[in-house]
C-alpha cells in the first residue's frame, strides 16, 4: 500500500479538531487515504472520522487508558511497516511531538514538524515551514524516503468536512510496554499576570477612548479566555501598569492568539506583538499600520464588536 | 539602517521668508540658565542639538534692554557689542551643524521685576504684574512707546550682527505686545486702546519696523498666544486671537503659537501629571485650520512621538514641530529617525525639572532622562558620544537597577567596560520608578481647567528607554530576582562594585521639620503606611487618612490626590506655607491645587504633627502651638523623610582587608543611596560616576567650567583658553 | 546524578538581512549569536537534580560561534563542556543533529538526559525525542516541572489549553523541558572568568565513531531553499455586521488556541 496516513489525536474521550485538520490536508496530496486512531476505545471516534475522502480507519487499541508516548511510537511504527504509507501526517502538537521524532529517527524516514504548506503528491512530497524565528519560510523535499512523518501546524490547513464510510478496521500491533506511567491530569494554576506567557491576548488601545471602558474590555478579555493586554497610550494615562504593556519599552509577546481592539499599531507597539501566530485587528480607520501586520482585519467599532463577543461568548 | 519613508515629510525643508529651514523639527525658544554670560553653555546645548538634527534653535527669552530683566530667572540679553560677541558663539555652533539661529526678542514689561539693573519696566496701563505681584509698570506714552519700539529694532540689528537668522517680536507668555493686546492689561483710551486694530497697533509697529530693519536679511517671527484662556476678558482664539493673525500676517515669516501667560505657565508647558501630548491642538490648531494665515506654523504639546508629528503635518494642524523638552530629553531626536532607530529615542517624561530650575531662578537646567542637558560645555558630556573609559579592562558589578543604578550601567556599558552586571532584588529594572509612575489617579474625566488628572505613568519611560538600551549593550547582563549579600559581592569577581540600593521612608516619623520622630508615629502598624506602601503594600487604608507631608516635593499631595480620588476623606498635613512647594517650580502646583480642593482635600499648612494614636493625630500651629487640633483617622501616611539603604556599602567599606583579598578596587556608593535625591539628581549621579569612572578619584565629581571673568583679566584671554574641545564631545 | 544537557547556540537574524549565494542559508555577517532560552531552563532543571554531588555535561553540535553559549553554561555551573563540529555538519537538520549527539550521550551513559523543547531559530521541536528515538531512551517531553531523583522522576508534562498531566518515568530517561520551569541562575563575573578553566573538548564525527554518510542518512529531509514571506499582504479583512465579524473572530480563535 502507499498513499497517506493520517495519526488522528483524542484526548479524555474526545477527537481534537486537529485531526480534522489532517485530514484535510491529506486529501490535497492525493491516493488513499487512511486515519490511525492509537486509543484505548477507537471505536468512539467512529462518527467524527467518518468525512469524506477517508478510505480506512485503522484502529489501534491500547491497554493504557491515557496517551503514553512509547505505546503510541510503537503502534505508528507497527502501522508504517503493515501499510508502508508514503506519507504519514500528523498534528504539530504536544502528544504528536512526544512520539513522532523518535519514530522518525529509528526508523530513518523523512521528517518535517510545524508544517504549514504542503504540495506535490504523496510520492513527490514539498513542504514549507517557516525558518529563523518566523523571520523567513523554507521549502523542503525529502529524497530517498520512503515514508515521511509530516507534523502540520495546527490551524494552518482547512478542516476535512462532508461525510463518508471509511472502511473500518481493527488492527492488531505489538505495542510492548508503556515506558511511562500517568499519575493525574489537573487544571494549571495561573500565578501573577504575565503577557508574555499567555497563548492568548485580548489587546486594546486608544481607541477604548475612557478609562472607565477598560473594565469591559477586561470582562471581555476574562470571558475569550484571553489575558488583556494594553498599548503604551493607556499606561502613559495612567489607567493601567505597565507590566499589562505590549511594546518595544514593554513587553515583547508571543501568543498564538493576538486580538487587538482599538490599536493603531505604531511602530513601537507592532515591534513588541508582531510575533504573535495569528494577529486578529478590529479598528475604525482603514488605513491603521496595524492592519499590515495582522493576518485578519476588521474596520468596525470596536464597541459593537466587543458587545457582539461578549454576548456570543455566552 | 534606513528612514522609514513615513516619516519622510518631517525631512521636508519649508521657506522662512529669505531663510530655509532644512527639516520640520524646530526647537522653540526655551530656558536653560544659560543667557548671554554663559556663553558656553549656550552655544554647545543649543548647538547640540543642532548636531543632532534639529533644524532650528532658538536662545530663551532675550531681553532687548536694561529695563526688561527678570534677575534672578536667567533670560538671554542682546544689550550691546559685548552681547553680540557672546551670543555668535552660539550662531557659529548651529551654523556649523546646518541649523538656523532663533532670537526671541523680549521686553517683559511689568512681569519682569529688574533686581538686577533697577531700571522700571513699562507697560500699557498701569496695572501690576499677575505674575510678580509688587511690580507696577510705568505708563507708556507715545514717546515711551517709540523708544521701546526702538528698542526692538537696536536689538534685532545686533541680532542681525551676531548672525541670528529668524528674529522674533516675542508676544506669549503675556510679554510686553501681548499686553497691549489684550483688554486684560490695557485700558488705554487713546490710539493704541480700544478696539482691537488699537490694541493690535503696538504688536502690528513693532513688527513693520523690525522686519523694516532686517526683514531682508532674516525671517520675522512673531510668537504669539492665541488663546489667554481667561475667557472673554482676553484673547480668545476664536475671536481676537485668529483675527490678530489675519491682521499681522503679512508682516511675519514663521508664526510660534502658544496658549495661556506666564502667570500659569504651566497650561502651556503642561506637565504629564495633567497634559497629554500635543495638547494644545484644540487652541492652536485653529489657525491653520480655520485658514487664517498664509505662513508657516510652528506650534508645541511636548510631542514625543514621531507618529504623532508625522499626524500633525499630514492633518495640516502645523508646518513645523515645535519642541522645547522634547529637544532637551533627546537632542538626537530628529537623527534618530532619520537613521531609522526610532526606539532609541529618549521620550521627555513631562517632569518639568528642566524647568524648576530656571523658575527657582539662577540654576542651569538639569533634566530627568538626559544627564547631559546643561552639561555639554561645563563638563564636556555628548548625550550620545561616549569614550572608551581608561580603565575598560575591568569587571563591574551594579547593586540595584533604579534611575542611580540603571544609568550608571548604561553608560559603563557604552563606554565599552569589559563586564557590566547589573543585579536587582526586584523581577524587573526601574528601582523606586516602578511604584512611583503608578502614583496618582486617573480619572481622565473632570476637566481640571483644561487638564486632566493623569497620573504619573509617563515617567515609567525612564525605565523604558533604559531598558532598550541595556538590552542592546552586549557587555550589560542584567539580573533580576537577585540579592545580593556583602559575601556575594565579595565573591563576584568585579573589581568595580557601585552600590546603588535605593531609600526608604522614615517609619517613625523622623521629619524634615522638627529632627525627630513623631510619638506615636510607627509603619509597622496596618493602619499606618509609608508612601510606597501606598502602591504596594497589603494594608487596607480606611475611609479617613490623614498625609503628612514634610520633604515639600510631590510625595505626600500625590498621595492625597490619589487616596482622594478613590474615594477617602483626605486630610493633607504640611508644616510649609503651602504643600508641595516645589511643585510650583515645576509649574504643576495650579491644577494640583484644583485637583486637591475638587477632591475636598482638607489642607492644613503651617500645620505639625504633635502625636499620633490610634483613631486620632494631634496637630498644632508651627507658628503658635496653642493653636491645636485633633484629626479622627482611620489610617495615616506619613511622608516626612527618607533614609538611605547604605547597609550593604557600610559593610563591604567596614572590612578593607577583604576587598583587598578579592581584587575590588573600589566601591562607590550612588543616588539615593548616597543621599535621597529627586529622580533626576539619581539619574545625574549614576551617569557623573560612570563618565569619571577612570579619572583619578571616581567619587570625588571633577571640576567644571565655571564661565567666569577672572579679577585682573585684562582682556578674553582668559575665556578662549577655557573653549574647550572635551573627549567626548565631537569637536566642530 | 550525572546529566546530559545538550544545548544550542541559536541565530538572530538582523532586521536587514541577505541571503547567503546558495539560496539556503542567511548570510552570517547578519547573524547574532546566543545561547538557546530553552537551553537557560534544562541547564537550570540539569544543576539542581545533579546537585553538588552530580555532574552536569553540556554538549552542543555547532562552530566556534557555540563556544560562547558552552561557556555561560560552563559559568552556571556545568563541570564540562563538549564541542562537536566538521564541515559537513553545516546543514544538519535536527535528527541529523540527533543522530550526533546519540553518540555523545552514548559515550557519556548519563542517568538523564535533559534537552529544551525547541530551539527559538529553527523551531523543530524534534531533536530532543528525536535523541531519545536513537538511544530507545524513556522520554516525556514538554516537561514544565520535574521532581524526585532516585531512580524516577515524576514529571508534569504542559499540554494544551492550560491542562497538565502528570506522570511518573524511570531513569536513564530524556525529557524535554519547557521555559518557565524553573528560574534559571546566573553566573557572577568570577565564575564567567573560571568556565574557561574548565574541560571544554572539540571532536569530530571520526572522534565519535561516526561517518558523514551516518548523519546524512539521519537527516529528516532536504532544504530546497528560503524565501522572505510576502511581506504587506495584508489582512484578510472580515465583513459583514459587527456580529458575523465576532462570529469570524470567535472561530479565528478557537481553531488557533484548540488542537
Excluded at chain 2, 511690580?135 to 541670528?164: C, S, T, W
Excluded at chain 2, 504688536?203 to 510668537?223: H, N, Y
Aim: hydrophobic share 40%; charged share 25%.
Amino acid at each position: 500500500m502507499s498513499g497517506v496516513l493520517v495519526v488522528a489525536e483524542a484526548r479524555r474521550g474526545e477527537l481534537r479538531d486537529v485531526s480534522l485538520e489532517l485530514i484535510g490536508a491529506a486529501r490535497s496530496l492525493g491516493g488513499p487515504l487512511s486515519v490511525a486512531v492509537i486509543d484505548h476505545d477507537p471505536s468512539r471516534y467512529r462518527d467524527r472520522l467518518s468525512v469524506e475522502g477517508v478510505d480506512a480507519v485503522l484502529a489501534v487499541a491500547t491497554p493504557n487508558e491515557h496517551f503514553e508516548p512509547h505505546v503510541a511510537a510503537r503502534a505508528l511504527e507497527g502501522l508504517i511497516a503493515s501499510e508502508q504509507p508514503d506519507v504519514v501526517v500528523l498534528g504539530h502538537t504536544i502528544d504528536s511531538l512526544g512520539f513522532a521524532p523518535a519514530v522518525a529517527a529509528r526508523g530513518g524516514h523523512g521528517f518535517a514538524s510545524d508544517v504549514t504548506r504542503v504540495s506535490g503528491g504523496a510520492d513527490s512530497l514539498v513542504v514549507g515551514r517557516s525558518a529563523y524565528g518566523g523571520k523567513l519560510e523554507a521549502e523542503l523535499d525529502f529524497p530517498g524516503k520512503d515514508t515521511v512523518l509530516l507534523l502540520l501546524r495546527a490551524g494552518a490547513f482547512e478542516p476535512a468536512g462532508g461525510s463518508g464510510s471509511p472502511e473500518w478496521r481493527d488492527v492488531q500491533v505489538e505495542l510492548g510496554e508503556p515506558r511511562s506511567e500517568h499519575v493525574d491530569f489537573r487544571e494549571a494554576a495561573t500565578g501573577d499576570v504575565d503577557i508574555t506567557k499567555a497563548d492568548f491576548l485580548l489587546s486594546v488601545g486608544r481607541g477604548i477612548e475612557d478609562k472607565d471602558n477598560l473594565e469591559q474590555f477586561e470582562g471581555l478579555a476574562d470571558k475569550m479566555g484571553a489575558i488583556l493586554s494594553v498599548s503604551r497610550p493607556l499606561v502613559d494615562a495612567g489607567w493601567v501598569t505597565n507590566a499589562r504593556q505590549v511594546g518595544q519599552s514593554g513587553k515583547t509577546v508571543k501568543p498564538k492568539v493576538y486580538l487587538a481592539l482599538g490599536i493603531s499599531g505604531a511602530v513601537q507597539h507592532l515591534a513588541g506583538m508582531r510575533g504573535a501566530d495569528t494577529i486578529i485587528a478590529v479598528n475604525t480607520d482603514p488605513e491603521a499600520p496595524i492592519f499590515s501586520v495582522a493576518h485578519y482585519g476588521a474596520v468596525a467599532d470596536l464597541f459593537d464588536v466587543a458587545d457582539q463577543l461578549e454576548q456570543q461568548s455566552g | 539602517m534606513a528612514r522609514d519613508p513615513k516619516y519622510d515629510i518631517l525631512f521636508e525643508p519649508i521657506q522662512l521668508g529669505p531663510k530655509t529651514l532644512k527639516n520640520r523639527f524646530y526647537q522653540v525658544p526655551h530656558c536653560i540658565g544659560a543667557g548671554s554670560e554663559k556663553p558656553g553653555m549656550q552655544a554647545y546645548h543649543r548647538g547640540i542639538k543642532a548636531e543632532g538634527g534639529w533644524g532650528a534653535c532658538c536662545t530663551e527669552y532675550c531681553s532687548i534692554h536694561p529695563e526688561s530683566d527678570d534677575t534672578s530667572r536667567v533670560s538671554a540679553r542682546i544689550w550691546d557689542e559685548g552681547d553680540v560677541r557672546n551670543l555668535k558663539a552660539m550662531t557659529d555652533r548651529l551654523h556649523h551643524f546646518g541649523a538656523l539661529a532663533g532670537i526671541e526678542l523680549w521686553y517683559g514689561g511689568p512681569h519682569a521685576p529688574c533686581m538686577e539693573s533697577r531700571a522700571t519696566p513699562r507697560g500699557p496701563s498701569q496695572i501690576p504684574s499677575d505674575f510678580e505681584l509688587n511690580i507696577h509698570p510705568r505708563y507708556m506714552d507715545k514717546d515711551d512707546i517709540n523708544e521701546v519700539q526702538q528698542m526692538y529694532v537696536d536689538a534685532a540689528l545686533r541680532a542681525r550682527d551676531a548672525g541670528f537668522d529668524i528674529v522674533y517680536v516675542y508676544g506669549a507668555h503675556a510679554y510686553l505686545p501681548f499686553q497691549f493686546l489684550s483688554p486684560f492689561y490695557n485700558r488705554r483710551t487713546d490710539e493704541y486702546g480700544g478696539s482691537f486694530e488699537n490694541r493690535a497697533r503696538f504688536w502690528k509697529e513693532s513688527l513693520e519696523k523690525v522686519r523694516e530693519a532686517v526683514g531682508d536679511d532674516c525671517a520675522i517671527a512673531s510668537r504669539f498666544a492665541v488663546d489667554h484662556l481667561l475667557g472673554a476678558t482676553s484673547i480668545q482664539v476664536g475671536e481676537d486671537g485668529v483675527r490678530f493673525v489675519e491682521y499681522v500676517d503679512d508682516l511675519v515669516d514663521l508664526w510660534d503659537l502658544t496658549v495661556g501667560d506666564i502667570a500659569e505657565w504651566g497650561q502651556n508647558a503642561g506637565p504629564s501629571r495633567f497634559f497629554e501630548e500635543n495638547h494644545e491642538k484644540p487652541f492652536t490648531g485653529q489657525v491653520k485650520a480655520g485658514n487664517h494665515t498664509n505662513k508657516p506654523v510652528v506650534g508645541v504639546g511636548r510631542v514625543t512621538n514621531p507618529d504623532t508629528m508625522v499626524a500633525i503635518i499630514q492633518s495640516g494642524q502645523f508646518d513645523i514641530i515645535g519642541a522645547a523638552r522634547p529637544s532637551i530629553s533627546d537632542p538626537f531626536l530628529p537623527k534618530k529617525i532619520e537613521e531609522g532607530r526610532p526606539e532609541d529615542i529618549r521620550e521627555c517624561i513631562g517632569c518639568n525639572q528642566c524647568i524648576s530650575r530656571w523658575e527657582i531662578g539662577g540654576p542651569p537646567m538639569v533634566c530627568t532622562q538626559n544627564a547631559t542637558a546643561g552639561e555639554e560645555y561645563r563638563r564636556g558630556w555628548h548625550p550620545e558620544n561616549y569614550s572608551k573609559a581608561g580603565n575598560a579592562d575591568k569587571g563591574v558589578l551594579v547593586v540595584g537597577a533604579g534611575p542611580a543604578g540603571m544609568e550608571c550601567a548604561m553608560v559603563l556599558g557604552k563606554r565599552q567596560m569589559s563586564a557590566v552586571h547589573l543585579v536587582e532584588t526586584d523581577s524587573d529594572i526601574g528601582g523606586c520608578v516602578n511604584w512611583i509612575s503608578k502614583l496618582g489617579h486617573s480619572d481622565g474625566k473632570e476637566n481640571l481647567f483644561r487638564g486632566t488628572a493623569r497620573g504619573l505613568g509617563e515617567w515609567a519611560r525612564i525605565v523604558n528607554y533604559r531598558q532598550v538600551q541595556l538590552h542592546k549593550l552586549k557587555n550589560v547582563e542584567v539580573h533580576l530576582n537577585s540579592r545580593l549579600s556583602a559575601a556575594d559581592v565579595l565573591e563576584y569577581g568585579a573589581e568595580i562594585v557601585v552600590i546603588a540600593t535605593g531609600c526608604h521612608f522614615a517609619t517613625d516619623g523622623l521629619n524634615a521639620a522638627t529632627h525627630a520622630p513623631i510619638p506615636g508615629a510607627d509603619t509597622s502598624l496596618d493602619w499606618q503606611l509609608t508612601p510606597d506602601e501606598v502602591v504596594l503594600g497589603d494594608k487596607q487604608i480606611g475611609q479617613r487618612v490623614l498625609v503628612l507631608e514634610n520633604e515639600g516635593y510631590y510625595m505626600g499631595a500625590t498621595i492625597a490626590q490619589k487616596l482622594a480620588g478613590e474615594g477617602k476623606d483626605v486630610t493633607l498635613v504640611t508644616q510649609a506655607a503651602d504643600v508641595a512647594g516645589y511643585m510650583h517650580y515645576t509649574l504643576e502646583a495650579p491644577m494640583l491645587h484644583r485637583d486637591l480642593h475638587r477632591l475636598n482635600v482638607d489642607i492644613r499648612t503651617y500645620t505639625m504633627v504633635d502625636s499620633i494614636e490610634p483613631g486620632a493625630v494631634s496637630l498644632y500651629n508651627v507658628w503658635d502651638d496653642r493653636h491645636k487640633d485633633k484629626v479622627e483617622v482611620d489610617s495615616v501616611v506619613l511622608c516626612t523623610q527618607r533614609l538611605s539603604n547604605d547597609s550593604l556599602y557600610r559593610e563591604l567599606k567596614a572590612d578593607p582587608a577583604a576587598l583587598e583579598r578579592e581584587g575590588i578596587e573600589a566601591v562607590y556608593l550612588i543616588g539615593d543611596a548616597q543621599a535621597p535625591r529627586m529622580i533626576v539628581d539619581s539619574v545625574f549621579d549614576g551617569h557623573r560616576l560612570a563618565r569619571e569612572i577612570d579619572s583619578p578619584n571616581p567619587a570625588m565629581p571633577l571640576p567644571f567650567i565655571r564661565e567666569r571673568r577672572l579679577w585682573g583679566d585684562t582682556g578674553n584671554g582668559d575665556f578662549e583658553s577655557q573653549l574647550l574641545a572635551p573627549s567626548d564631545m565631537v569637536t566642530a | 546524578m550525572k546529566v546530559v544537557v545538550p544545548v544550542k547556540q541559536v541565530a538572530v537574524v538582523d532586521e536587514d538581512f541577505e541571503l547567503a549565494d546558495d539560496g539556503t542559508a542567511v548570510d552570517p555577517d547578519f547573524l547574532e549569536w546566543s545561547l538557546n532560552e530553552w537551553d537557560e531552563f534544562s541547564v537550570e532543571a540539569a544543576l539542581q537534580l545533579a546537585g553538588d554531588d552530580g555532574e552536569v555535561v553540556v554538549v552542543t553540535v555547532g562552530d566556534d560561534e557555540a563556544t560562547e553559549g558552552l561557556l555561560t553554561c560552563l559559568a552556571k555551573g556545568a563541570g564540562r563542556g563538549i564541542r562537536v563540529w566538521e564541515q559537513s555538519l553545516t546543514s544538519a537538520d535536527a535528527l541529523a543533529v540527533a543522530r550526533v549527539l546519540a553518540a555523545v550521550v552514548e559515550r557519556e551513559s548519563p542517568d538523564l538526559v535533559l534537552c529544551g523543547v525547541q530551539s527559538s531559530d529553527a523551531v523543530n521541536s524534534a531533536t530532543g525525542i528525536g535523541l531519545a528515538g536513537f538511544l530507545d531512551l524513556p522520554h516525556v517531553a514538554v516537561a514544565r516541572a520535574i521532581s524526585g531523583g532516585e531512580g524516577s522522576l515524576t514529571v508534569e508534562r504542559e499540554l494544551e489549553g492550560g491542562l497538565v498531566e502528570v506522570v511518573r518515568i524511570g531513569l536513564p530517561a530524556l525529557l524535554t523541558v519547557q521555559t518557565g520551569i524553573n528560574e534559571p541562575r546566573y553566573a557572577n563575573l568570577r565564575a564567567i572568568k573560571q568556565a574557561r578553566e574548565k574541560p571544554l573538548e572539540v571532536l569530530d564525527l571520526a572522534g565519535l565513531g561516526l561517518s558523514g554518510d551516518d548523519v546524512a542518512g539521519a537527516s529528516g529531509g532536504r532544504l530546497r531553499k528560503l524565501a522572505v514571506p510576502e511581506a504587506g499582504e495584508g489582512a484578510e479583512m472580515l465583513t459583514g455586521s459587527a456580529a458575523e465579524v465576532a462570529t469570524r473572530i470567535r472561530e479565528i480563535v478557537q481553531d488557533r488556541l484548540s488542537a
